[in-house]
C-alpha cells in the first residue's frame, strides 16, 4: 500500500458513456499527478495539481476532464472517449519541493477499455 | 519530448545475478529517479538522486548519475525471483513542482 487509491481498478465503457475516476491519498501531500500508461509507449503526464490548483495541462484532449476539490482527492471525468484512451490510468501525489522529499507515490491505477 | 530512454528494453538472468539498467536522458534535470512497476500494477519510487550526486546506494540498489553523459545506470545486486518487474528512469526538471518524464523501461526477468 502506497497511502494512494484508486477506484474503480477497472472499467469498461462505451463512446458515448460519461464515467469518472477517482483518486485519494492518505500521505499529506500538496500536489497530485495524473498519467497514462498505454501499451509500448512511455508513462505519459497528462496533468499536474500543485496546491490544489492546475499547473500543467500536457496538451490533453478536452475529453478528458480533471477536478482537484481538496489536496486529498482528484477526478478524473471521462466523456466521449475514442477506443485509443483504452489504457492504464494512474495517480499519484507527492510533496512540492523544498518541502519533504520529491518522489511521486503511486497508485495501483484503473485499467480503462473503450468500447 | 520523451527524456529517459532505457537500455536494455528486456533483460533475462539468473537468481543472485547482478543486474544493470541504463538510462539516457537529453535535457538538463534537478534529479533523476527510477521506480519498479509489477505487472499492470502502480509504480513504486525505488531511489533519487540529484543532479550534484554521482552516486547513491539503497540496500541492493546501486545508482550512478553522470551529467556529462546525460546517462545513469540502476545496479540490481544479487537478484531474486521476486524482482522481477520493469524498471523506469524518470527525469523530474523540477519547474516549482515535480514533473516526471518517463521512459519506457526495462522489463526484467528473474529467473529461479
Known amino acids: 500500500e502506497t497511502g494512494v487509491t484508486q477506484t474503480p481498478r477497472h472499467l469498461v465503457m462505451g463512446m458515448t458513456n460519461k464515467k469518472s475516476l477517482k483518486c485519494e491519498q492518505h500521505l499529506g501531500h500538496n500536489a497530485m499527478y495524473w498519467y497514462k500508461q498505454s501499451a509500448k509507449k512511455p508513462l505519459e503526464l497528462m496533468f499536474v495539481y500543485s496546491l490544489e490548483e492546475r499547473v500543467e495541462n500536457n496538451s490533453v484532449p478536452s475529453r478528458f476532464s480533471p477536478e482537484c476539490p481538496n489536496s486529498s482527492h482528484l477526478f478524473l471525468h471521462l466523456h466521449t472517449l475514442q477506443p485509443e484512451d483504452s489504457a492504464l490510468y494512474l495517480c499519484?501525489?507527492?510533496?512540492?519541493?523544498?518541502?519533504?522529499?520529491?518522489?511521486?507515490?503511486f497508485g495501483p491505477g484503473t485499467r480503462l477499455t473503450v468500447l | 519530448s520523451q527524456q529517459g530512454e532505457e537500455d536494455p528494453q528486456a533483460l533475462s538472468i539468473q537468481e543472485g545475478e547482478n543486474a544493470t539498467m541504463n538510462c539516457s536522458y537529453k535535457t538538463s534535470i534537478n534529479n533523476l529517479q527510477w521506480y519498479r512497476q509489477n505487472s499492470g500494477r502502480g509504480l513504486v519510487h525505488l531511489i533519487l538522486?540529484?543532479?550534484?550526486?554521482r552516486e547513491k546506494h539503497s540496500g541492493r540498489l546501486r545508482v550512478t548519475l553522470d551529467t556529462s553523459k546525460k546517462s545513469s545506470s540502476l545496479l540490481i545486486t544479487a537478484s531474486r525471483a521476486a524482482d522481477t518487474a520493469s524498471y523506469f528512469c524518470?527525469?523530474?526538471?523540477?519547474?516549482?513542482?515535480?514533473?516526471?518524464?518517463f521512459g519506457k523501461g526495462t522489463m526484467l526477468l528473474v529467473s529461479p
Open positions: 524518470a527525469t523530474d526538471r523540477n519547474s516549482g513542482y515535480s514533473t516526471l518524464t
Open positions: 538522486i540529484r543532479s550534484n550526486e
Open positions: 499519484a501525489s507527492s510533496q512540492l519541493p523544498g518541502q519533504g522529499a520529491e518522489e511521486q507515490f
